[in-house]
């Protein structure tokens, strides 16, 4: 994943508390929403290190790290421009 020079690499995330609201706002109730939302972090959590033998997730990866609570449209909007200013990068040589 972090070899392909052609990819931009952005990890989403939200606080426990945005997730668990937008979990609420699907019908669930809020020890449901607490309980699957701690449960879906360990999970993935366990698969990374398992397959790949690294911590999740690994900030080493990832060219931006978002935080979604600042809305979709602003999400969307910060990975477009991060997408074009990276394009606009002369090559760097290796030092």
């Known amino acids: 994943m972090s070899n392909r020079a052609d990819a931009l690499h952005v990890f989403l995330f939200a606080p426990k508390e945005e997730k668990v609201c937008r979990l609420r706002a699907g019908g669930m109730s809020e020890a449901e929403a607490e309980d699957h939302v701690d449960t ?10 398992k397959y790949f033998h690294m911590e999740w997730p690994n900030r080493l990866l990832y060219h931006a790290m978002l935080n979604t609570a600042a809305g979709d449209e602003t999400v969307i909007q910060m ?17």
């Open 40 to 49: 879906v972090d360990h999970e993935r959590a366990a698969f990374i290190e």
């Open 79 to 95: 990975i477009l421009n991060l997408k074009k200013a990276l394009d606009q990068q002369p090559e760097r040589p290796c030092v």
